[in-house]
């Protein structure tokens, strides 16, 4: 009986990405310290002035496996463009889990632990992937829940870029 009910909800979850596209432009890059991987503190601010792409990932997140070869690549495609691609785990067990993740699928650009109020400052997190787009100006142009083609990846960069 289980059986039957995991094709349909595998199904659901592929579609449901494509239905939750939901552009924004009300608000801005979040004041929000962060923690990277070896416990040094940071803040989001810092990166003000930059298009900046924030990925929320878990490493038991299937699509998210899918999605860091692809930000890798566009980290290193964009990178001479001021592209900041901040990605923040949101696995609960820590830094030590994360790093064990990166051995089997590495990431390239800046990674971090999402800290108590991380996911409220960004309006919720309501699956993952999810993803963030702001412009030079820390104005958010998009965000998308779930796993998106590489061209909307392209296209959105492109928008906050300019």
Not at 34 to 60: C, E, H, M, Y
Not at 81 to 87: C, F, Q, R, T
Not at 106 to 111: D, E, H, L, N, T
Not at 127 to 133: I, Q, S
Request: hydrophobic share 40%; net charge neutral.
């Amino acid at each position: 009986m289980k059986h039957k009910l995991i094709l349909p909800l595998v199904a659901f979850l592929l579609v449901l990405p494509l239905a939750c596209k939901v552009p924004t432009n009300a608000s801005e890059l979040p004041d929000i310290k962060l923690v990277d991987l070896d416990g040094k503190s940071v803040d989001l601010r810092q990166f003000q002035g930059k298009p900046v792409l924030i990925n929320f990932w878990a490493t038991w997140c299937g699509p998210c496996r899918f999605e860091i070869p692809m930000l890798n690549e566009l980290h290193k495609k964009y990178s001479s463009s001021d592209l900041v691609i901040v990605g923040i785990s949101t696995d609960e067990a820590g830094a030590e889990v994360v790093k064990e993740f990166m051995k089997e699928v590495p990431i390239q650009y800046r990674s971090y632990l999402k800290g108590a109020d991380t996911e409220e400052k960004f309006g919720g997190i309501w699956g993952l992937p999810t993803n963030f787009f702001y412009d030079r100006n820390g104005k958010q142009l998009a965000k998308a829940f779930g796993l998106q083609p590489r061209e909307f990846f392209e296209e959105k960069i492109q928008e906050i870029i300019r």
